[in-house]
């Protein structure tokens, strides 16, 4: 009966699914026969069932932190390009001396930065989020290139035309980095809660690397120019660096297992194996029927308590069979309505630590780079504002090693505290004004305040980022990710258009040692 079965089955014309597709032919000759079911079934009825075995991957593990440590790269390689141009601040200061080119390049970066990370959440549903990311490397990589090479190395421009494309430069570099930046936080918000730490510590490490690379060539060469292309030849390197890191690490069972997961919309990731669905097969052997039966695998297709429906097949002479899919059925794109809809329903659920991230930026734009870069001293000279940005990027560092402390906190705790960083904008203030007497002159003063800055800002900052992507589900998390970037970068603009009413305070501020080395040296020459 069976191998008669089998013939008639293999001689079947086509027959349609559901959504009208259809089955040519039906063969079981690849397939293992259960040994249980092949003695029960044919000495008690000569019936085969067939049946494709189930089988659930376990869920994998980051076992030695590669997966962690990839991310923290991610970071850094977003950030980095951007702290390259601005890091550099004495060599700016001499070759544009008595122009804002700090403060135009920081304006620029966050303009662009803020329009890149509208268009990213915008077409979150319509890009993929590797290919978002891999455009945002390649517009971070030129601008470095081309202004490392032509300007820096080659000096094939006017100041005039350096300045410019210094600006344009940095205008690339805040789009391609800003759409890795708001991606990379989606990402992240498929994965456990710890990568998005990793990615927000990557960002203060980006600041240490390129902080201690300046100071390190600037020590070993004294040529100014040659240790400015050496500088930016690191950055460069480093960005490539991980760039290929993140190629290789987005093919890994890890990540691939997260973001599956999450993609379909299941509440956990262990367990997701026994979701699938797919059709089940039936031929009567008998009558030649065929018929499709479309539910979930793992789902019991009768009430508890009644027959097994194996049993109840087996009585029928009936072939059963697991391994027809569903038809992937294409997507067509959001409307506008659903698009504001969605990020309307997640905006309700992290109001709360949208406000806090946004404030905690606002105020640290307020005052680095452009105030901080401005903080002079006679002794320390241009090696000063050099030391702020390192301790602020190393006291950052920390900041978001400590955000990994496992502490739930309240949206509106997280809000108040970061509203309460507002009393660093007067302390800075007072370290540049009056004009060639500042109240806190001495140079231990700014290093404190930024000590102080650089930790709140690295705490306050991630904290809110990790617990986001907690507060929806898992298919919103991407989502919720790109939300909280679009709040973190309007901080960032309404900070440094604050920053440059501050400039205005400091504008005359930088010449005062300037004035009098030269009123010392023209004593001095006189005897």
């Not at 890091?87 to 700016?92: E, P, Q, S």
């Not at 599956?260 to 956990?268: F, I, M, Q, R, V």
């Not at 979701?275 to 065929?290: A, K, L, M, N, P």
């Not at 406000?355 to 930026?361: D, G, P």
Request: hydrophobic fraction near 40%; aromatic fraction near 12%.
């Amino acid at each position: 009966m069976g191998s008669v079965g089998a013939e008639r089955f293999k001689e079947l014309s086509p027959a349609g699914t559901p959504e009208g597709n259809v089955v040519m032919s039906f063969s079981f000759d690849s397939y293992q026969l259960e040994e249980d079911e092949l003695q029960r079934g044919s000495q008690a009825k000569g019936v085969l069932t067939f049946m494709e075995p189930v089988s659930e991957d376990p869920e994998p593990q980051d076992r030695y932190h590669g997966i962690y440590f990839a991310m923290l790269l991610a970071g850094v390689g977003f950030l980095l390009p951007y702290n390259s141009f601005i890091t550099d601040v004495d060599y700016l200061h001499h070759k544009y001396p008595g122009t804002s080119i700090v403060f135009d390049m920081s304006l620029t970066y966050i303009l662009v930065a803020l329009v890149a990370v509208i268009l990213n959440n915008a077409l979150v549903e319509l890009l993929s989020l590797h290919t978002r990311i891999s455009v945002g490397y390649l517009f971070a990589l030129g601008p470095l290139l081309f202004v490392s090479i032509c300007d820096v190395w080659l000096e094939l421009f006017t100041r005039r035309q350096a300045y410019a494309i210094n600006l344009v430069a940095v205008g690339v570099v805040a789009f391609g980095c800003t759409v890795q930046q708001s991606s990379f936080y989606g990402y992240t918000g498929l994965l456990p809660k710890r990568y998005t730490q990793g990615v927000m510590t990557g960002e203060s490490t980006a600041g240490v690397i390129i902080s201690l690379s300046r100071i390190f060539t600037k020590l070993l060469l004294s040529d100014e120019k040659e240790n400015t292309v050496i500088f930016f030849f690191i950055s460069i390197g480093m960005e490539l660096t991980c760039f290929i890191l993140h190629l290789l690490v987005k093919r890994t069972r890890f990540v691939r297992y997260y973001t599956a997961c999450s993609h379909k919309g299941l509440p956990e990731a262990r367990g997701g194996g026994e979701r699938g669905t797919g059709y089940r097969v039936h031929h009567d052997v008998t009558s030649e029927d065929i018929r499709f039966e479309n539910r979930p695998r793992g789902q019991p297709s009768s009430p508890q308590g009644s027959p097994d429906p194996e049993a109840e097949l087996a009585g029928s002479g009936t072939y059963m069979r697991f391994d027809v899919p569903r038809p992937k059925i294409k997507k067509s794109w959001p409307s506008f309505r659903d698009m504001l809809l969605h990020r309307y329903v997640v905006s309700r659920l992290i109001w709360a630590y949208m406000l806090s991230i946004a404030m905690t930026y606002f105020i640290t734009l307020c005052l680095f780079p452009g105030l901080e870069s401005e903080i002079h001293n006679c002794t320390l000279g241009e090696w000063l504002p050099i030391l702020i940005m390192a301790i602020f990027n190393l006291s950052d560092f920390v900041g978001k090693i400590l955000a990994a402390l496992p502490y739930d906190w309240r949206g509106t705790h997280l809000l108040i505290y970061s509203c309460l960083r507002v009393v660093f904008i007067p302390l800075f203030i007072m370290c540049v004004y009056p004009n060639g007497s500042p109240t806190f002159g001495h140079p231990a003063w700014p290093c404190i305040f930024s000590l102080l800055m650089g930790i709140t800002n690295g705490y306050f900052g991630s904290v809110p980022m990790i617990l986001a992507a907690g507060k929806v589900s898992p298919e919103q998390r991407e989502l919720a990710g790109n939300t909280m970037t679009v709040s973190y970068m309007t901080g960032l603009t309404l900070g440094s258009a604050v920053a440059y009413f501050a400039y205005s305070l400091t504008s005359t501020s930088h010449s005062t040692c300037f004035y009098t080395e030269t009123s010392n040296s023209s004593f001095t020459s006189g005897y």
